[in-house]
């Protein structure tokens, strides 16, 4: 959420800024200090609402604590166990960080857990990734002035499978970002309080730039490896092949179920509000379970042009070996578009 | 559709103008002098694709001139007859106009015809009516740094018949326009190359203002009155009272369809654009006449923030003394319009 706010920002700004699209001309001076706690205060404001449902709960039926199995029915918290007989797990992920530059950068190394706890925007930014979350801030962060690079792993940019889709959200964004495609950082170091990262460009010749911040922005792990599970069943000590049952969210066949950032290919608000609800259901049924009602699959990138994809991707379609047209409409040149001046991509 | 691009530019300069909202401070000096031609420009690019495909009819195919018909088969133009199976009537509508004040301010008199041609933005300017268009283009100048003043008949503005929202429209606007309701000019003249305006106030106080222009907005009239349809049936004197289908647009009994402006309920394009395909079948296939399927009712005024009506109206459901709930939801505390600053009304 905080990010959703990041980029309303953001997008004000660069349209502030674009204004002569639509016959205006503005000189700006643009004071962007108050952004970082404008953030942090509607995010805080959001969160308050949950926050406030979960403190009204009678203190008996909270414990807080690092909470660890002791077998299938039984969990361990601050040394009491506790029994029940169906648990939802829902533990949420963690950013993953690499370890070695996290020590080496200190707090000039952040995820997207940290970052917007900054106290005003930094002059410049190194993100790493290429994905929905990297990209979305990427540009945020760049449309609020900040002088943002961006190195990506691979040569994908966002969600889209389809070829001519990614090569159009390439054109779009390289248009904008300075995103290094099939770069990474190979080392890092703290040099007169920035951050000095070399790597090879795609020629293959080394290259160095200051920045001073880095963020990381590839991907998050599930915390579902604090839980020892292992002790429910031996064969769940790698928390990556343990077997869920995507319909029902159910471990195993254990009155077990997992839900959000804790293992979800489903994350965005209205689906984990749905995933939540179901599931309370499914626990409160056990052992009758039904399939989780499954809606329209749905990916969204909130960058601008937005890329948003309903249903079945081109790779899944593709690697299906389905039978599949594609069709191609523009707003480049749709009334409505142009009126508003955003007729790109 | 250059309301739209008159609408659409005043509420980025808004956007940018209320962009503390956000975080953000910028100082800001605009030049506006580009948005008449702006919107210019993107009115004939709009209504050039659709001229272009007149202007590729091959010209025995077109006629141009003042129609008027002899009976219910026969069309007069430029003194020849022309004889047809069926017709289809798209005379389109003129705006109103106060003959009186327009003889007394002529080109200072402008109608929703002629706003759009001014050379530049006026400083000042008087709009009367608060129906649709009056408040979509008065909420746009003044957003574009006009000082404008509305005159209103009634005590409604906008389309809403149920009396919350009239409540709360009333409220919403009258923070940033200045509407004087029930309060109609009495006079105009040209003074010192201004138009001055004088009223009774709502206190039945004589007051005066002085504006560059007066706008008004209190409707249109259809053109069907120059096609001196008597000569069909002597009943047809009166277009106001013509016996017109509203589910085929048929006029009568006779061969004769009307559509868009000149006899219409369904100002939107999307419901023109059906309404028209819809005719011509029904003119190719005449006497087989079907009715023109029904879209859903939609009205919408584009302002801030938006009006907008689907399906029956509150005070149709009133008339028909019909069994119904009304609902409410507000946008206040709501997080995506929190986060785009746009939680009012």
């Known amino acids: ?30 004071d962007s200090t108050a952004v970082m706690s404008h953030v942090r205060h509607l995010r805080d404001r959001f969160t308050s609402a949950t926050l406030r449902d979960v403190d009204s709960w009678k203190p008996e039926h909270k414990i807080s604590g690092q909470a660890k199995f002791i077998n299938q029915n039984t969990v361990a918290v601050n040394g009491q ?38 106290p005003q925007l930094p002059k410049s930014l190194a993100v790493i990734g290429s994905g929905v979350i990297a990209i979305e801030l990427a540009q945020a962060f ?124 489903t994350p965005l608000q209205h689906e984990a509000a749905h995933e939540g609800r179901a599931t309370v259901q499914n626990c409160l049924n056990y052992p009758q379970v039904q399939n989780i009602k499954t809606l329209a699959p749905l990916g969204i990138v909130f960058c601008s042009p937005e890329m948003a994809i309903v249903g079945q991707t081109f790779q899944q379609l593709n690697d299906a070996k389905a039978d599949f047209v594609t069709g191609f409409a523009s707003y480049e040149k749709q009334s409505r578009a142009l009126t508003l001046g955003k007729n790109q991509g």
């Open 81 to 118: 166990h506790y029994q029940a007989k169906s648990f939802i797990i829902a533990v949420g992920s963690t950013p993953n960080i690499i370890k070695e530059w996290k020590d080496i950068l200190n707090d000039r190394f952040l995820t997207t857990d940290q970052i917007f706890e900054l």
């Open 142 to 265: 760049h449309r609020l002035g900040v002088e943002t690079t961006i190195f990506a792993r691979s040569n994908k940019v966002g969600i889209l499978s389809s070829p001519k889709l990614q090569d159009m959200a390439h054109e779009e964004l390289l248009r904008e970002l300075n995103i290094r495609f099939e770069t990474l950082p190979e080392q890092v170091s703290l040099e007169n309080d920035q951050i000095k990262i070399t790597y090879h460009n795609k020629q293959s010749q080394l290259e160095t730039i200051f920045t001073d911040y880095l963020l990381s922005a590839t991907g998050r792990s599930s915390l579902l490896s604090t839980l020892t599970l292992e002790k429910i069943n031996p064969a769940y000590g790698d928390v990556k092949t343990l077997p869920i049952d995507l319909q029902t969210k159910q471990l195993g066949e254990y009155p077990i179920f997992i839900v959000g950032d804790a293992f979800s290919k």
């Open 1 to 30: 959420m905080p990010s959703k706010v990041l980029i309303s920002t953001a997008n004000r700004l660069y349209d502030a800024r674009t204004i002569d699209q639509v016959g205006l001309s503005v000189k700006m001076d643009v």
